[in-house]
């Protein structure tokens, strides 16, 4: 069965501190893995992805670290600012460019 | 670069009615897949459409259909409404064989 579990369901971070939330994936069809970002109202805006050749992929605050053995893998916001406050959602694709959805994280960065 | 838009915002429709939404994929794109969002949830891969035609086809029943037109937009027709179709629909739009798929604002759904 195609799943990916997402964890926590909501996180509380104080400005200026580290967010991480994790993932775990079944498939190991998976050939990418992205992160989206969904304010309330909006539709999941693209963050990073990552590929499973590769074991971290930075881009500013964001971090992917990918596990391919243990099939895992996580988003590290580095210097969380109250901007950031918003609903996180692993995902990961096969070949077949299905994106398959972690549950989401309700992340609240307080000031 | 015209990103990807969705038609309506909100709808509001009764037990049995049959809606059709639409979608508009971003500038240089030519594949659509929708995905239905409930409450709280991640949002769950309904169908996607390449070249006019259905490629690939999530957990749904056939009374979600849908249409891509040659100018590669999109619409999603849903007949025979339950109350548990109450949702946000988003749709993507992405470049076949690309991975990157980028979403509309999506259609807020209510079924009474």
């Known amino acids: 069965q195609q799943q990916v579990k997402q964890s926590p369901q909501s996180l509380i971070v104080q400005k200026g501190g580290i967010s991480i939330i994790n993932c775990a994936y079944e498939?190991?069809?998976?050939?990418?893995f992205p992160w989206y970002q969904q304010f309330p109202g909006k539709g999941p805006a693209l963050l990073i992805a990552?590929?499973?050749?590769?074991s971290e992929k930075k881009e500013g605050r964001f971090t992917i670290s990918f596990n391919k053995s243990a099939k895992q893998f996580s988003l590290h916001i580095m210097d969380s600012q109250p901007g950031d406050s918003a609903t996180y959602f692993c995902?990961?694709?096969?070949?077949?460019?299905?994106?398959?959805f972690g549950g989401g994280t309700r992340l609240m960065v307080k000031p | 670069e015209t990103g990807v838009t969705q038609s309506p915002t909100h709808l509001i429709k009764t037990r049995g009615q049959q809606v059709t939404l639409r979608c508009s994929s971003q500038?240089?794109?030519?594949?659509v897949s929708w995905y239905q969002q409930a409450l709280g949830q991640g949002p769950q891969f309904i169908f996607q459409?390449?070249?006019?035609?259905?490629?690939g086809r999530g957990n749904f029943p056939p009374r979600f259909s849908g249409l891509q037109f040659p100018n590669y937009s999109s619409e999603l027709n849903v007949n025979a409404l339950e109350l548990d179709d109450s949702a946000l629909y988003l749709c993507?739009?992405?470049?076949?064989?690309?991975?990157?798929?980028?979403f509309g604002p999506g259609t807020r759904l209510t079924v009474l």
């Open positions: 993507a739009s992405s470049l076949f064989g690309v991975n990157e798929q980028f």
């Open positions: 498939n190991t069809a998976f050939d990418y």
């Open positions: 990552i590929r499973p050749d590769v």
């Open positions: 995902a990961a694709e096969n070949a077949g460019n299905m994106l398959t």
């Open positions: 500038s240089g794109h030519n594949t």
């Open positions: 459409y390449y070249r006019e035609e259905e490629n």
